[in-house]
């Protein structure tokens, strides 16, 4: 019988090999990481860390990040990465609703930890702070006793409240079969153990890249570390380390086909562009394939899990779909009344996965997510078409009725990105006293344009021929910059929630 490969982090031996090349340059080898990973798991069961305790980090993009994941998920402890882009308010709900005993952050973040009953614990000296070093100084860099692998736990977004956190049971195995499992999801995608490298452009609080980038860790890629994303960055970075993979967002491709001179930088390594987070109007993704090739993958998930994936080729033959259930999934269609639709019928998106979630501390909304037949869903709407490839509308929260009608946000926003003035687009409802929501459209204008009514009127004029009337923005507004995170999600309550306050009737 066949065994397994093993691909981990932890069990490499080409210790002289870079493994991450952070923002500013500065290399780290496997071995300087597998050391100080090793001494930090010893630190931290010395801090009194037992299996299932749980620790943050509110951390930039930097190899501290590697570092701490490294060494908590090789001793049973959940992670859970805290978006910095937070209010200290808001890290502190995540801290005391997460029970988190020790937090790590960097002078950056720092502000953002205040005290509770958590050890703070700084990349460099900072007051009020254990310095790093100081938790690993004098401990072992050989591997722990007893080790056992640990897990993440994301926090929702939060949009729609308090976010919660997505939290799994955690196995008593070693790590390395459980971190195998998720190296070899980049199989998936066509990546080879032993030959990448992936760019990490996004910030690493984020879901999907933190998994892709540890995944790549362990598949023996190297990570190339952006501390704010550009594209012209990007760019620069894909041809200096000849970069062969990274997980994107739509937003992000965008911003890389409005850089004037593109061409001129050499993008011929790249092979496996994985993007998912929010709709790709087929149009961008089609550029983005004429310019590099079939080297564009999509899938679809949520930090809850997933999901789906489709491949360039498969793409070119069914633009729009957000691709097939991968092995160990499946896909759902639902109508309200919880039968399932027939092909091409919208309805929500359900999803079964191999292993089960809980939101932590709110049995409601767990329950309120899952069926009794092991389904669940984040509220997205969608179809399947015969073959099984998923279609998504839009998120149900998002959708517009407008005289009784359903209209995707996503759809609009698709036509409207492909006009010249257009670089940035949300679609939203207002109120409307006859059809009871009308279409707006606020837009990021592309260099060069003007925010006037010459532009306004150019903008409704184009989606004339190339949408229903009743899908058409009534009205658009300009901003300099749309309210976006720098993982590309759209913060549209912000957009929204003032038409409706206005209007008294606040949603």
């Known amino acids: 019988m066949n065994k397994m490969p093993v691909f981990s982090f932890w069990q490499r031996t080409d210790r002289d090999a870079v493994a991450i090349v952070e923002h500013d340059g500065t290399p780290h080898t496997v071995g300087a990481l597998l050391d100080a990973a090793h001494?930090?798991?010893?630190?931290?069961?010395?801090q009194g860390l037992q299996h299932g305790d749980t620790?943050?980090?509110?951390?930039?993009?930097?190899?501290e990040v590697y570092q701490v994941w490294l060494a908590a998920t090789q001793i049973g402890l959940y992670v859970v990465p805290v978006n910095w882009h937070l209010a200290e308010p808001e890290v502190r709900y995540i801290l005391e609703n997460s029970e988190s005993k020790v937090v790590f952050a960097c002078p950056?973040?720092?502000?953002?930890?205040?005290?509770?009953?958590?050890?703070?614990?700084?990349?460099?000296?900072?007051?009020g702070f254990t310095p790093l070093d100081a938790l690993v100084t004098g401990q072992p860099t050989t591997p722990p006793d007893d080790r056992t692998a640990g897990g993440v736990m994301n926090y929702t977004s939060g949009t729609t409240g308090r976010p919660k956190g997505v939290r799994r049971p955690l196995a008593r195995v070693p790590p390395e079969p459980v971190f195998t499992g998720f190296a070899m999801f980049l199989l998936m995608f066509g990546m080879e153990p032993g030959h990448g490298v992936q760019i990490v452009g996004s910030p690493l609080y984020h879901t999907a890249v933190l998994y892709f980038s540890q995944s790549a860790l362990h598949l023996g890629h190297q990570l190339v570390l952006m501390d704010k994303w550009t594209p012209e960055g990007m760019l620069e970075r894909i041809e200096r380390h000849r970069v062969t993979a990274s997980h994107m967002v739509p937003t992000q491709f965008n911003r890389l086909l409005a850089v004037a001179d593109r061409d001129r930088?050499?993008?011929?390594s790249v092979r496996h562009m994985v993007h998912s987070a929010a709709p790709c109007p087929p149009s961008i993704k089609q550029q983005m394939l004429a310019w590099w090739g079939d080297a564009i993958y999509e899938y679809y998930a949520a930090t809850e899990g997933g999901g789906t994936m489709v491949g360039p080729q498969a793409w070119r033959q069914r633009p729009g779909t957000v691709g097939k259930a991968w092995q160990g999934a499946d896909i759902r269609i639902i109508d309200d009344a919880g039968v399932e639709c027939p092909p091409g019928t919208v309805g929500t998106v359900y999803i079964r996965m191999a292993q089960a979630f809980e939101?932590?501390?709110?049995?409601?909304?767990?329950e309120e997510a899952w069926r009794p037949d092991g389904y669940f869903t984040v509220g997205d709407a969608g179809y399947k078409d015969?073959?099984?490839?998923?279609?998504?509308?839009?998120?149900?929260?998002?959708?517009?009725?407008s005289g009784g009608v359903n209209i995707y946000p996503a759809e609009v926003e698709a036509v409207l990105v492909t006009h010249p003035a257009v670089l940035d687009v949300a679609v939203f409802g207002i109120p409307d006293d006859?059809?009871?929501?009308?279409?707006?459209?606020?837009?990021?204008?592309?260099?060069?344009?003007?925010?006037?009514?010459?532009?306004?009127?150019?903008?409704?004029?184009?989606?004339?021929?190339?949408?229903?009337?009743?899908?058409?923005?009534?009205?658009?507004?300009?901003?300099d910059m749309l309210p976006r995170d720098p993982n590309g999600k759209l913060a549209k309550r912000k957009l929204r929630d003032p038409y409706w306050e206005a209007a008294g009737r606040a949603i």
């Open 55 to 63: 620790i943050a980090y509110v951390l930039r993009n930097t190899v």
């Open 265 to 268: 930088y050499d993008v011929s």
């Open 108 to 127: 950056d973040t720092a502000s953002l930890v205040g005290e509770g009953p958590w050890a703070r614990v700084s990349t460099t000296p900072l007051a």
């Open 359 to 366: 939101y932590y501390k709110d049995k409601a909304k767990t």
């Open 39 to 46: 001494a930090l798991a010893h630190g931290l069961r010395a």
């Open 386 to 401: 015969e073959e099984g490839y998923l279609f998504l509308s839009d998120r149900k929260a998002d959708m517009i009725i």
């Open 434 to 479: 006859d059809w009871g929501e009308q279409v707006k459209a606020v837009v990021e204008l592309a260099d060069g344009f003007a925010a006037d009514d010459a532009t306004r009127d150019d903008i409704l004029a184009f989606v004339e021929g190339r949408l229903a009337r009743y899908k058409r923005p009534r009205t658009i507004d300009f901003v």
